[in-house]
């Protein structure tokens, strides 16, 4: 099913990391600038992130023996900095995720530059060290940050959705390992409903909502793949659903033969695998302009 599948340390079937954005309230305050300090709903709905779910899901980690990623923005890490300290403290792995949650889309490679290094500035004062794992706000990377990644020197990028495994980015003669995403293992669709940044969806029940999430498990085992998921601290870290995450987690702990990291230990393994087995790789930039302007422009030459 899967082309060039990687073997995962210690006969391990499947590599495992359920991965968390810590957004908190950034996305308000970045969608709604004007006044999103005098919108206490959708700020105590991120808040509750870092102040209830994310230590309610170390508890959890610990208690298994689990190390997992967080995807903290900048600005979360400087407001929320007993959280970070907690996953620190727990060995958990805290990677880049912009400044305040900024899309890198909607901003000039300048205006990101700049996000980025005050990102990378709240990693070094807090964190104490410099990330070396990547997501995208939204997921939305293109090539100006990607040309931050590699003068920063990071080490695997979390944003695309180019393949079931990780997989290899070549681009200005350098590597990096692609952890990839996709909206199946995110749990933005069954969970948000946050009418303020125009995302108005009908939250499913616990089962109903975490279903799929197993269903991806069950392929990437038989598969011998990557089962990734991208959740957020307050949408699955709400009571109700992590019970069921907890009793998923112990039970898949005791029978069945996986492989929970952090997403950089992956990676590591990716690229020392790949030095001498195939991985497949993936050239950017994808494309130079935009395929329109060219249809265009020969269209009317
Ligand atoms: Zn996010």
């Known amino acids: 099913m899967i082309r060039n599948p990687i073997q995962w340390p210690n006969g391990a079937q ?6 968390f954005d810590m957004d908190a309230d950034s996305l ?8 999103s300090h005098d919108r206490l709903y959708p700020i105590s709905m991120g808040k509750y992130g870092p102040e209830i779910a994310v230590p309610r899901i170390l508890q959890s980690y610990e208690r298994l023996g689990l190390k997992q990623s967080f995807f903290v923005p900048g600005w979360c890490i400087e407001q929320y900095p007993d959280a970070v300290e907690s996953m620190l403290k727990h060995g958990h792995e805290v990677g880049h995720h912009g400044y305040l949650h900024e899309d890198p889309v909607r901003h000039s490679n300048d205006e990101q530059a700049e996000w980025f290094g005050k990102a990378m500035d709240a990693h070094k004062r807090v964190v104490g ?3 070396k794992g990547y997501r995208a706000p939204v997921y939305n990377i293109n090539q100006g940050v990607f040309d931050l990644l590699l003068e920063y020197d990071f080490e695997y990028d979390s944003s695309l959705m180019g393949d079931d495994i990780p997989y290899l980015l070549e681009y ?4 990096l390992v692609e952890m990839p995403v996709h909206w199946g293992t995110d749990d933005w669709p069954p969970f948000a409903h946050y009418e303020e940044i125009g995302y108005m969806m009908p939250v499913k029940g616990p089962t109903d909502g975490l279903q799929p999430f197993w269903e991806e498990f069950d392929a990437h085992y038989e598969a011998g793949g ?3 998921c991208i959740w ?7 009571l109700a659903r ?5 009793t998923w987690l112990e039970n898949t702990l005791v029978e069945k033969n996986v492989w929970f990291a952090p997403l950089r230990d992956i990676a590591r393994h990716v690229r020392s695998w790949a030095q001498d087995n195939p991985v497949r790789t993936e ?10 302007t060219t249809a265009t422009t020969t269209a009317r030459s």
Do not use: M
């Open 14 to 19: 499947c590599a495992c990391a359920i991965t």
């Open 28 to 35: 308000i305050h970045i969608s709604r600038p004007a006044d």
């Open 129 to 131: 060290n410099v990330p």
């Open 172 to 175: 200005r003669d350098q590597q």
């Open 226 to 228: 990557f089962f990734h």
């Open 232 to 238: 957020h601290p307050f949408l699955t870290g709400r």
């Open 242 to 246: 992590w019970r069921k995450v907890e």
């Open 283 to 292: 050239q950017l930039p994808y494309y130079s302009e935009p395929p329109l």
